[in-house]
């Protein structure tokens, strides 16, 4: 009798330890007790209806392109889906906020090293406003303190990454030819004045072409493709 009651004890002790780690792992895995947020979880796990490391349905992306330079991808959620421009509506005229377009080429900005970017929405065939990128220091660009930045958008981490806010005046020219290629997908940010109390307009050139604080190209593996 001695042995039988020995052996239920042991079982049921043993059931308890079980449960109880159980329940301790299903505590460590929950949402609460990680450090990546449940969106970003959704963002990069990948369906059978995209690449392995874009979230999304992909809208766009060329036949040969395996670096992920032209992805155009449909998720919201996601950072700089679609094409087009971003307005922040809140004001009166609406303000452009960043565009985001297939790289078309440079324009020469005559007296300045300064370039246009141009770039087209190529899922609704429209030409997006040209946007001046600074190429040396100038009192349009807030003396040279709000020159543009360049930034890669890591496909796989939806993080945009730039090394010490690399500005696009220190890429070499033979690299930035290589970097930014015809039909990249590339996004820039508009530039605004200097910090006021309760306005900031958007800044433009003597050709009334707006200037960029930022531009962004895609990578599937960021700075590291």
């Known amino acids: 009798?001695?042995?039988?009651?020995?052996?239920?004890?042991?079982?049921?002790t043993i059931t308890a330890v079980g449960q109880a780690w159980v329940l301790w792992s299903q505590k460590s895995i929950?949402?609460?007790?990680?450090?990546?947020?449940?969106?970003?979880?959704?963002?990069?796990?990948?369906?059978?209806?995209?690449?392995?490391?874009?979230?999304g349905s992909?809208?766009?992306?060329?036949?040969?392109?395996?670096?992920?330079?032209?992805?155009i991808y449909k998720n919201d959620l996601y950072l700089y889906p679609k094409t087009g421009g971003t307005y922040n509506t809140s004001v009166t005229p609406r303000r452009l906020i960043h565009m985001i377009g297939s790289f078309v080429g440079w324009e020469e900005v005559i007296g300045s090293k300064d370039r246009y970017l141009l770039s087209t929405d190529s899922l609704n065939k429209?030409?997006?406003?040209?946007?001046?990128?600074?190429?040396?220091?100038?009192?349009?660009?807030?003396?040279?303190?709000?020159n543009t930045v360049f930034g890669v958008k890591n496909l796989t981490t939806g993080k945009v990454e730039t090394k010490n806010r690399m500005l696009v005046k220190n890429i070499r020219a033979e690299k930035l030819d290589e970097i930014l290629k015809l039909g990249d997908v590339v996004i820039t940010y508009a530039l605004f004045d200097?910090?006021?109390?309760?306005?900031?307009?958007?800044?433009y050139d003597e050709q009334g072409q707006l200037l960029a604080s930022w531009l962004i190209i895609r990578r599937k593996d960021g700075l590291n493709s």
Request: no cysteine; net charge positive.
């Open 1 to 12: 009798m001695k042995k039988i009651i020995f052996f239920v004890v042991v079982i049921l």
């Open 30 to 55: 929950t949402p609460e007790n990680t450090t990546t947020p449940i969106r970003e979880i959704k963002e990069i796990i990948p369906t059978s209806a995209q690449t392995s490391y874009i979230p």
């Open 58 to 71: 992909i809208l766009s992306q060329s036949a040969n392109d395996k670096e992920g330079r032209t992805v």
């Open 126 to 146: 429209e030409k997006l406003p040209k946007i001046r990128v600074a190429f040396e220091d100038s009192k349009l660009f807030h003396g040279g303190s709000a």
């Open 194 to 203: 200097e910090p006021k109390p309760k306005v900031q307009n958007l800044v």
